[in-house]
């Protein structure tokens, strides 16, 4: 990892195995791979920000550079005190999202770490959530809706201060005399196709490849439903007010969006 900005709020210990980001009214922090990969899966241990987190966003995301971009997203907008983290999902094919899925925990991501997974190969998207599917979102070029799967990405993280947005509508502020805000990672893995000059794949012969063809079996469709049944806040292929012409063509194509 190399990191992108914020200085010495972004901390690396433990011999490069744990990092840390941190906010204050001044800056953010943020790191970066140093590779670029094209399809993979990536696993990376979070603890969030704890206490009165409203205001702040950190994130965990895959994405392409420059015009046209490609990103796949994790983002978790931080709440008052006792109040729950929202995880934010989208997906941006040739610069356009607009494919957001929101959820509530089942746990408190701010007492201990847990993994957040993106598996991404070319026939879907899978986030997991400690292993859990939370959603799936497929391949349907075929029906014209565009796949990330010729930009290759770098793994993201940053932790910033959106308080124009990301708490209750952006109603709530940052309340500056908490600073500094601090999430923690740790435990990074990209088993994935690295690109670019003298790469080869992180995946050897010998490691698991399921990835590359990774799909949901029947108990992970089961899981799948008891997130979105229990823990969805907010779907997209449900806004019917957005979507005045009528919804995304992927919407009318899978239940596991």
């Keep these: 990892m190399d990191i992108t900005f914020g200085g010495e709020r972004a901390k690396i210990s433990n011999g490069g195995q744990d990092l840390s980001l941190s906010l204050d009214q001044y800056s953010g922090s943020g790191f970066q791979s140093k590779h670029e990969y094209l399809f993979g899966r990536f696993d990376m241990q979070l603890k969030l920000v704890p206490g009165n987190s409203a205001g702040t966003v950190t994130t965990f995301y895959l994405s392409s550079q420059g015009a046209g971009h490609d990103e796949i997203d994790f983002e978790f907008l931080g709440n008052t005190t006792g109040s729950p983290y929202t995880i934010h999902t989208n997906v941006y094919s040739k610069g356009k999202g607009d494919k957001e899925q929101q959820f509530h925990l089942?746990?408190?991501?701010?007492?201990?770490?847990?993994?957040?997974?993106?598996?991404?190969?070319?026939?879907?998207?899978?986030?997991?959530?400690?292993?859990?599917?939370?959603?799936?979102?497929?391949?349907?070029?075929?029906?014209?809706?565009?796949?990330?799967?010729?930009?290759?990405?770098?793994?993201?993280?940053?932790?910033?201060?959106?308080?124009?947005?990301?708490?209750?509508?952006?109603?709530?502020?940052?309340?500056?005399t908490n600073a500094p805000f601090t999430s923690y990672y740790r435990k990074f893995n990209a088993n994935a196709d690295k690109v670019g000059p003298n790469s080869r794949s992180t995946s050897s012969v010998n490691d698991n490849q399921a990835w590359r063809t990774q799909g949901v079996d029947a108990a992970g469709r089961n899981r799948i439903r008891w997130v979105q049944n229990k823990h969805m806040i907010y779907n997209y292929c449900n806004d019917h007010k957005r979507f005045t012409n009528g919804l995304p063509v992927e919407c009318k194509r899978s239940r596991f969006l």
């Design 106 to 176: 089942w746990f408190d991501p701010t007492a201990a770490f847990h993994t957040y997974t993106i598996v991404w190969n070319a026939q879907r998207i899978i986030f997991l959530i400690d292993n859990i599917p939370v959603r799936v979102f497929n391949n349907h070029e075929a029906a014209g809706v565009p796949f990330p799967k010729s930009q290759p990405m770098r793994v993201y993280a940053s932790l910033w201060n959106a308080d124009d947005w990301a708490t209750q509508g952006g109603r709530v502020k940052t309340d500056w």
